[in-house]
Structures are given as C-alpha cells and as structure tokens.
C-alpha cells in the first residue's frame, strides 16, 4: 500500500498481513530503508500516544524525522493543509503522518501529493493504526477473530474506532455490540445492535471502553456527578460479572472515574497498556508497507516541474 | 565563511562558490562533518519552509540538531537573545541558525559569539539563504544571468529579499525592474527603475512574485476584494503574455488568489515548488562551508574563562 | 542509581563517582549503550539551558530522544501526569527526565513506574543534576571542598538548589553562609548562617548568586528600581573586594543588572558559562549510571499486565 487513510482500504489479507509483520516486530524482528528516509509528523490536533508512538516506531525503522510544530509553522500565515504538505513533499520528505481536526482532510491531498500519507486521525473519522492496534491486541489474547463477542462501549458517536473497528471485526469473523447512552448510539449504520451494559459486559470476550471526546462535544455531557460510570462506565461490580478470560481494553487518554473506575486500569484484565505498546509494532509495520512501495525512485521526481538540474 | 548575515558579505566569487556547491548536492553529492557535529535552529517567527528546509540539510550532512522551541524556552523567564545564544554556545552547539523578528539581531551577537550564525531571515531585513536559493533556480534555468531580465513585483518594502536579491542580481550581470504598488517602491535605492505591471512581466525572463507581508504591515492593505490580483498580481491573461521561455518564482508561503492566480501555482512555467527543493541544496552548501571553517579546535575553546579541566 | 529525584538519596561517595565520570567525559571520554536507548524529556515548565543540556548529553551518549512537548499532548485533554510517564514507558520509552511545577511531582510516580526518571527540576523544591554541576565546578577550580567557605546569596526561599547545594556542601567539608533579603532567609534550617552581603563576598571563595524566580513569587519583589542589585547584588564595588582567586557562579537565566552587574557576567572570575558546559558532562554521567542499571532484560517487562508475544 501507499497510503493509509482508512481501515475501509484494506481487505482481510491486508490487514492479517499487517498484524502478522507487527507481531514480527514484537518479537524482536527489524527492518531499515537502504537510503537514509526522512519523515514527518504533522499533528494539528493535541496527541501524547499516537504522536509518541510514530516517533518511537519511526526511530526503531531508522528513519530521520523532521519535527513540525503546527503552532509555529506557516499554517499561522495562513497557509493552507495542502500547500504545507506540498512544500514538506518538495523539500524531500519520504513520507507523512497527518493528525488533523477536519473529517476526511485527506481528499484533498491523495489526488496531487506523490509521497504516501499515514492518517494519524481525522476529526470524528478515521484512525486506522488505532484500529489496527486494537486489532493486534485481541488477536495476541484469542489468535483468532472467529466466534469472539466485542462490547463497544461509550462515546460511539464521536469515537474514531467505534465504527471502523465494527466494521473489521465483523469482516474477521467477530460479532460485536454497542453500549453506553443510548442518544450515543447511530443504530442505522447497522454495525452491530444495542445492549445493555450489564449484559454486555457480562456476555463479552472484549470489553472495548471509549474516551468521552468532551473536546468534540458541541454541548458539554455533564458527567462530573460520577453518573456517567454508574449508568454506563466499567465498575468494580460489573467487571466482577465478566467471562472468565475477558479483557478491557480503552484507547487512551482515560478519563479515570468516568469510563472506568480507576482501580481497574492495571488490573489483570486490562490490556491498556499493551494496546500502547502494540501501537509501536503497529506503525513499524504499516511505515514498513508504505516506504517499501516507495523506496527508490523518489528524487526529484515529486513534482510536476522540469528540473533541469536533476538530468 | 564563518558566518552568513546578509547577501553584501558574499561577493560574485564566493555566490557561485555556494551555487556551485548546492548544484553538487543537488546532484548526488554528499558531505559530512568528521566529529559529531551539534547544530540548533532557533525559530523566533513562524516558519515552515525555512525551518525545514534546514533540517531537512542538517540530516542530510548527517548533523545532529538540539530542538529549541522559543515558545518555552527562558526567554519567558526574559532572558536575553544574547544570553540564549552565549548558553547554547556554552553547552557544546556547533552553529546556530537564527530567525528573529528585530532588524539586524545578529549585530549585537556577530563580536562575541565564535560559533558560525547563519541567518534565516531577519525582520523586513534580510534572508541570505532565500537569495541564494533564488539564484540556484534561476542559473538552472538559463545557465547565466547575464542579459537576463528580472522583475521583482510586490510587497518590496517588507521584503527580506526583494532589495538583496536586486542587488546580487545585478552584480551577477542581470537586468532587475520593480512593479506592484509604487506606495511600497522604495524608488531612492537605486537598485532598478520601476516598470508598469503588465510591461514588467510581458518583458521579462523572470517573474519574481513577493508574498505580501500582512504580519509585517502595520495598517492592513485591504486586498480582500481581488483587487490586488488584478491590479498587481500575475493574472492568467498575463501570464499569457510572458516570454515563451519565462519562469515564475514566488518564496512562499503563497496568498493564493492574491499575488498569483491559483491555477497558476502549479502551472508548467512555475518554479515555486522547484525553489523549495532548492533551498534544501543551499543551506547543505552554506552549513558545510561554515562546518569545514571551525571544525576541529571548538572543544573548550567557546568562552572567555580559563578551563582547568580542559588542560 | 536508577533514578534520581533529590541530592539526598546520594551519598558522598556515590556524588564523588558522578562527579569523577563527569569529568572523565569533559576530558574526552565516551560511552554508548549497547542497544538502542530511547528517552524523552517532559519539561512541563519553561527551559533553555537545563533542556539543552540533557538534548547534548543524550545525543553525545548516542541516545535516541522521543520528542515530547507538554503544550500539545493529551494533557490538554486532562491525562494526569501519572498517565502520561505510564504511557511513555509502555510505548518503550528506557529513561524520562522531568521538570514539573509540583514540589516533588516524583512522589506519586516512583513507586508503580519501572523505568528511571532523572528530575530536572520539581516546583521549588530539588534541582539535582544542578546541584551536581555546581560542584562540579566548584571542584575543578579548587580541587577539595574542604576548608572552601561558599556564600549562597538572593532568593534562598525559591531556589531549587540553595538548600541541597548547602546541604551536600557541608556534608563534604565546606562552610556555607547565606547573604541576601534575610525574609528570604530561612535561618531555621540549620544548614548555614546569615551573613552581611559585604561581609559574605569579600570572605568567601564562592560567590554563589541566585536567580529572583520572579515567576514564583507571589506578591512581585520590586527591584526595577535597581536597589536589589545595591543592597543584595554583586556591584563591581563589591568583586574587587573578593578574595584573589575567588569565583562568581550564578545558574543562570540571569537579571542582569540585578544579582549580579550586567559587566561583570563575563569578567575573568565568573564560572557563569562554564556551569553550563559542565552541566553536559553531569548529565552524561548521570544518564549512564542510570542507564547502566536497566540494560537489558526491560523489552516486555514494563507493565504488569501478561504480554502473551513475548512469550
């Protein structure tokens, strides 16, 4: 592949692929260009994990990574995405990842920009190396997809996972279902059906927690009477109903005391922080898949120009 | 050169030196200093194609670069740009590249600062390495500058560029006129005569577009209502007009719609895009011709005070 | 060591070995991990001199450095610092640095994070790798503590390192008095006495000036009128009455003109920028004691929870 915008791009064997380079990876496996490859992380929205994860995955690759602060950059000259992108490409930078607020910012960049792009996350759309690490995560606990039950639960409505990991998950095999306020729940996407949260995590292999996006929320939920985890959050008394080899999962940041209580963030079932961890192997392999497309070839061909210095 | 503060310092000799050198680089060679080599990049303004740019050459001549973010560095404490530069010496940094919003900073710095400053801009002053890139671009294009012909159309006073470029340009054999608002024509300087826009770029092998500088214009020009486009700007109809082989260069980062007609951003006849892989070559030339003037002799040397240790 | 959070927790044995491996690195010699070494520095307060610093030490160990920026994380979205350095470590992170607001930030973090934290700096609490280069230079002008009297002058109350550099002082055979505003004097300590400012530097072979912390002070002390420097500062007045080989020190970001005339900062006694060479070598060292006692054996082994790939 050249680009990764969305989980949608990938098929079945694409994405086992995947998920089988990075398990590689977490055993100890490496892989590094032939040329020296620079890349760039371009976040526009606020990330520690993701943003933390590209660098530490791109390093462990051997890459060289250009910073870019979008609070210092043109962008506050008024510069649009796709100029900036333009200019990142034309000074020689290999590859892209791109956080930005906008739905779907890609579409405007995938016709004209040679250079592969990895979506870090877009507004309420896209987050596929999220998915493919939520994906990485299950398959390591059950090795397989087939006949697994998945609870999502929460902020569906907001969520960049929610429904593309539905999607994939079914596509694999999984049968999954929503939970968390029902006003939360776009029942029409038929993804998955409703259920209540008590059944739902009793009757689930994963127990996948959402964040509450407060930043996406036009009305600010008011969760801070502590309602929030006792009508829909995972309390001490639900997990106690879980399958016996059950597993929770959330992508992070948490919200302790709302999504879940916080006694139960390290507990042995969580699988948090090995979902951080796999997020490493995870982008190791899809910067791996993208740059071995694109390896060779690239110097000064990345733009419509004749260059009459390049012959 | 130990250090580069504007386009005087540099006579004929010396520019084709770097160009000569950018022009290696572009075409495969490599450089790279014999000790590890420290480098920083301290951005006082916003930047995305500058900053970049260089280090995106730093990596290429395989320096390391120390991050310095002026958002939270202790000039917030009000320390100094004097006391930030004499401590970045102090810990061991091999060469600054310096952006500040005050006119001639390096003036205060140039007496007792050892290590090599190249300035990537300078208020409404001066921005070597943008020159220099200009220059690559053009030599690429017609080999020489003599009996060409360049017009430098815009925002002339707030340029960093537009009076040191006509300088050099002219030095170099090149014929240079001036166009754009004749407010923002500093006639006095001798550097060319002003020519009427549609003359100017009907005539001309080089048409030098200049970004209005909004950030730097104390009352905003009102361009708003396209006005500026089609009275300054290079409109499609005149581009129509341009000499079969012209080219159009603009520094960027680009007021689309207001200097130049969108469409022609990425037309045949731009080089827009070709001068930000340019400049990637130029800062390569400059860094390694101050790099190869201080290397070797820098440990312990850096300050006033005797060093029992060091002996 | 495997972290380091206050001067405290050294003894003097274990502050000779730093500063011996210090000085071995200021005279040339080298040390690299065996295996690639990622660390990220968390400044959550503003830096130049600490943060540069550790960047140079990192880089001359050959370390790689995650980039992490406080003002576009998820602590924006309300991670808790806990989160954030859990995060961090998950994601493969093998060292942190930290300078938070907090008075002893660490407390919370030692007990449940496995990776080392070296603190740069805690609210108005411990600044160690500071207290270290401090004597560090203190040792390489007069080779033994012992017998040596250091004056500790200015804003006692809000420093980092008055109070640990006094204690640490003592413990290896030095005097230390205290000079400056005495409501900023907080005799109680037991760690020194007041002194007259006159009598304190013309007797005292380290003149050790503190920086105001103006950003600390509640109520802003007033010296804009120049008084500070008359009745607290080091006038010139008052150097020419210091011992012959007495030295000035100071930790920098200086008011110059207020603990210390703006021309003397540069004199020939002043160890000003020295302390900052200094602080790379203490850092290395530092970082190697550190790192030294984590290699090897912390792939997978970072988090509480099974990792069913690593088996």
């Known amino acids: 592949m050249k680009k990764l915008f969305t989980m949608n791009e990938l098929n079945v064997t694409e994405i086992e692929g995947i998920l089988h380079e990075a398990e590689g990876f977490a055993n100890g496996s490496s892989w590094h260009p032939k040329l020296q490859t620079m890349v760039a992380n371009l976040f526009f929205e606020p990330s520690t994990r993701t943003k933390s994860s590209f660098e530490m995955a791109e390093r462990k690759l051997g890459l060289e990574v250009i910073p870019f602060d979008a ?99 079914t596509r694999l095999g999984a049968e999954v279902v929503f939970s968390g306020p029902p006003e939360w729940f776009d029942g029409e996407k038929g993804l998955g ?70 006694d139960l963030v390290e507990c042995s079932r969580s699988r948090i922080f090995k979902q951080m961890e796999n997020g490493v192997f995870i982008r190791m392999a899809v910067l791996k898949n993208v740059l071995e497309q694109t390896e060779g070839g690239m110097n000064h061909e990345n733009c419509d120009q004749k260059w009459s210095i390049a012959r």
Chains 1, 2, 3 share one sequence.
């Open 71 to 169: 609070g210092t950059s043109s962008i506050l000259k008024g510069e649009t995405l796709y100029d900036t992108v333009k200019t990142l490409e034309a000074i020689g930078v290999n590859a892209l990842i791109i956080r930005h607020e906008q739905d779907h910012y890609f579409d405007e960049l995938k016709e004209k920009i040679r250079i592969p792009i990895i979506n870090a996350g877009d507004g309420c759309g896209n987050h596929p190396t999220q998915s493919l690490l939520d994906l990485l995560t299950i398959k390591q606990e059950f090795d397989s997809f087939k006949g697994l039950k998945i609870a999502i639960i929460g902020d569906v409505r907001h969520s960049r996972v929610a429904k593309s990991n539905a999607e994939a998950l």
């Open 193 to 262: 059906r409703y259920q209540d949260i008590d059944e739902a995590i009793a009757t689930s292999d994963v127990v996948m927690l959402l964040r509450i996006q407060h930043e996406r929320h036009s009305e600010k939920y008011n969760h801070a009477n502590g309602d929030y985890l006792e009508r829909f959050g995972l309390t001490k008394k639900r997990e106690k109903n879980m399958k016996q080899d059950a597993i929770i999962m959330h992508p992070a940041p948490i919200n302790r005391g709302v999504e879940i209580d916080s």
